[in-house]
């Protein structure tokens, strides 16, 4: 039973660069949710997926973001022109779904450094 | 307001000794309760979850929910060194939406 995966575990760019996260969620959980955390703060809520279907984007993603999650398996998260204020631990969870009982698991995150 | 407060730390505790971290919400309509580690440079890990008012034990950990004062806890009993790290709260409705505190930073001091 193999847990969330995220690649890469470090990405270093420079400023205005494109980059791309992936994440493979726990192979039997419908859900997969994207976080961001930064030193000292924690996990904050980006979008997430049931299956295939973004349902929710949060107003923190803004419009050089972009999600996505074909055949509700594996998803991306992809930062275009990419910012200082971008710098930060990429997270993904993933959980299946059941009602209130729902618990998320998380990948080993992706440390995003923009310089 | 924020959604989750948690106090950051950090505190440091005795090895041996029983280690208490709080975390109030703001939702009344919160249905779940979660306490989750991250070590430093570390992904969160989720350590305890809590559904219902009173007590939660598993192991040395014991969780405590009052959803009248809006109010989780997290003991940690004989704390070892192993257990330094950052501690974060989370709350969730029945709307798919978690939110995380900024969690407590705590040192075991052997």
């Known amino acids: 039973d193999t847990g969330v995966s995220q690649d890469p575990r470090h990405k270093i760019t420079k400023r205005g660069q494109n980059v791309t996260f992936r994440c493979d969620p726990i192979s039997e959980h419908n859900r997969l949710y994207w976080y961001r955390q930064t030193l000292g703060q924690g996990p904050e809520f980006l979008t997430y997926f049931q299956n295939e279907a973004q349902l929710e984007k949060s107003r923190l993603l803004s419009d050089r973001f972009s999600a996505e999650r074909p055949k509700g398996s594996f998803s991306t998260l992809e930062i275009q022109r990419t910012e200082q204020g971008d710098s930060a631990m990429y997270l993904c969870?993933?959980?299946?779904?059941?009602?209130?009982?729902?618990?998320?698991?998380f990948g080993s995150g992706t440390q995003l450094s923009v310089l | 307001q924020k959604e989750v407060e948690q106090n950051s730390g950090p505190l440091s505790v005795p090895e041996g000794a029983i280690a208490s971290l709080n975390c109030t919400y703001s939702d009344r309509g919160s249905q779940s309760f979660f306490w989750y580690r991250q070590y430093s440079g570390k992904s969160p890990e989720l350590i305890m979850f809590?559904?219902?008012?009173g007590d939660k034990e598993d192991g040395r950990f014991t969780a405590q929910l009052n959803k009248a004062s809006q109010y989780v806890s997290l003991l940690i009993r004989d704390s070892q060194p192993s257990d330094s790290a950052t501690y974060l709260c989370a709350v969730s409705n029945t709307g798919n939406q978690f939110y995380f505190g900024t969690g407590t930073s705590l040192t075991v001091i052997p």
């Open positions: 809590i559904y219902s008012n």
């Open positions: 969870a993933s959980s299946f779904s059941t009602g209130w009982n729902e618990k998320l698991f």
